[in-house]
């Protein structure tokens, strides 16, 4: 693919490319398409989105949250980008930044996942190790729409639950994988958008 290909195409060709390189595992294309996406001037919320996801699974998470960002300037109710974001800014130790983040995931109904997935990251923030665990497992059993993210929640209560039961045995807090936060470490796993 190059320039002369790319500038033919429209954001939906340009996002339906996208999406079936990133489902075939080809970030470089992926990332193609959407780079040539966001530079124009009707890029979409989710474009910014997925390309913020693309850089995430690659580990560029300044890449990734700034894109986060974008998807959210061009879409405040994009909620999934909302609680990626969230997790991106704990993985940076930021947790006020990600408290900010998450707080518009209160506004949703009982019944929506990303309202109980936005809770639990809230309570784990506040170190309720519990209420969050019971918020994310709520969430997890609400959540039809975005399959991939009941994985990191999953990841992220084991770390939680191995980490209360180590502290329970007196071995203190578990290290962190590679001096990761248990947050970016849960979010980095998944390997689907």
Do not use: C
């Not at 079936?20 to 530079?39: P, Q, R």
């Not at 980490?163 to 994988?177: K, L, N």
Request: glycine share 10%; net charge negative; aromatic share 4%.
């Amino acid at each position: 693919m190059n320039n002369a290909t790319l500038s033919i195409l429209d954001q939906t060709e340009l996002f339906q490319l996208a999406l079936n390189a990133s489902s075939g595992g080809d970030s470089a294309s992926t990332i193609a398409y959407l780079k040539e996406a966001v530079s124009r001037s009707d890029a979409s919320a989710n474009a910014h989105y997925l390309l913020g996801a693309e850089y995430a699974q690659i580990k560029l998470y300044a890449r990734a949250i700034d894109e986060m960002e974008a998807a959210l300037a061009l879409d405040p109710a994009l909620g999934t980008a909302r609680l990626q974001l969230a997790m991106l800014w704990l993985g940076q130790n930021e947790n006020e930044r990600a408290a900010a983040t998450l707080r518009p995931l209160e506004e949703l109904g009982e019944q929506e996942a990303l309202h109980h997935f936005g809770a639990g990251l809230l309570r784990l923030i506040g170190g309720d190790s519990a209420g969050a665990i019971a918020s994310l497992e709520r969430g997890i059993g609400l959540n039809l729409a975005v399959p991939p993210l009941n994985g990191d929640m999953q990841r992220i209560i084991a770390q939680v639950q191995a980490m209360s039961q180590a502290e329970a045995a007196g071995e203190g807090a578990a290290p962190e994988e590679g001096g990761q936060h248990i947050l970016l470490s849960a979010y980095a796993g998944n390997q689907s958008n």
